[in-house]
């Protein structure tokens, strides 16, 4: 991670907010980085995500989180040195307005961190994780919730040329050598795809989802699982 401890010792006592924050796993890989902020603000629609972050990181005082939309966000103008947004591009629809509203909360100065898994090139464990993923992910637009498949590093490049930002570098962190893996062990996997399927039990198209599911532990069983490649992008104000 020492190109992102560079990046992130540019700004000391620096204000930063992470958008999409989630459990607030993110927040965790830049504290881990980088102790000298002065405060990081996480927000998210989801009061559930809110709640469990809050407890998560209930003894850092200079940690706050706050239930927010990223397209109606009430901050100020330029409040922010930094803002990161990870694993949440492809939660999100209409990029150039979100990063529209970004660009006016960030300092003239400062940078964007996007992070992002890829969907490809993946082991053959990786694979395990995108199978799991794209799962999720078709379930969660079955009940009408905005989650698409993941995506190559040319398709964010795209994305990313489309906004208000450019991009200063980015770099992939690959699980093997860097922190971000999670191990998890075949039973683990199991039973979150049946936890996925208990949310669709009375889908019309529940076979398919049984036999997707299915698929996956057979995949999984196979090849074991191993956390996909994640790609750092910085970016800057155009
Ligand atoms: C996959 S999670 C990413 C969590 C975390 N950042 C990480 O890297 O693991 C995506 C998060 O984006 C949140 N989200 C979706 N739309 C949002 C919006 N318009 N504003 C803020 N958060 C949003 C979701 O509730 C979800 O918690």
Not at 21 to 28: D, P, V
Not at 127 to 154: M, N, P, Q, V, Y
Not at 157 to 173: E, G, M, Q, R
Request: charged letters at 25%.
């Amino acid at each position: 991670m020492k190109k992102l401890q560079i990046e992130l010792a540019n700004f000391p006592q620096s204000t930063i907010l992470d958008i999409g924050t989630g459990y607030g796993s993110f927040i965790e890989i830049l504290t881990k980085n980088f102790n000298d902020y002065r405060e990081i603000i996480g927000i998210d629609t989801s009061q559930t995500a809110i709640d469990a972050a809050k407890n998560h990181f209930k003894d850092y005082e200079r940690i706050k989180f706050i239930k927010s939309d990223a397209f109606t966000m009430h901050f100020e103008n330029e409040t922010f040195d930094i803002i990161t947004l990870s694993n949440s591009l492809h939660h999100l629809h209409n990029l150039p307005t979100l990063f529209d509203q970004m660009r006016r909360v960030l300092k003239k100065d400062g940078i964007v961190i996007v992070n992002e898994m890829l969907s490809d090139p993946l082991t053959l464990p990786q694979i395990s994780h995108r199978l799991i993923h794209h799962f999720a992910a078709e379930i969660d637009r079955e009940k009408g919730i905005i989650h698409d498949e993941t995506f190559t590093e040319s398709d964010i490049l795209n994305l990313l040329n489309k906004t208000c930002f450019k991009i200063k570098d980015h770099w992939p962190i690959n699980n093997e050598s860097e922190d971000l893996s999670v191990s998890f062990d075949t039973s683990w996997v199991h039973g979150t795809l049946d936890q996925m399927l208990k949310r669709i039990q009375n889908s019309a198209q529940i076979e398919y989802y049984t036999n997707q599911a299915n698929l996956i532990k057979n995949h999984v069983s196979q090849h074991g699982f191993s956390s996909a490649t994640q790609m750092l992008f910085i970016l800057q104000p155009k």
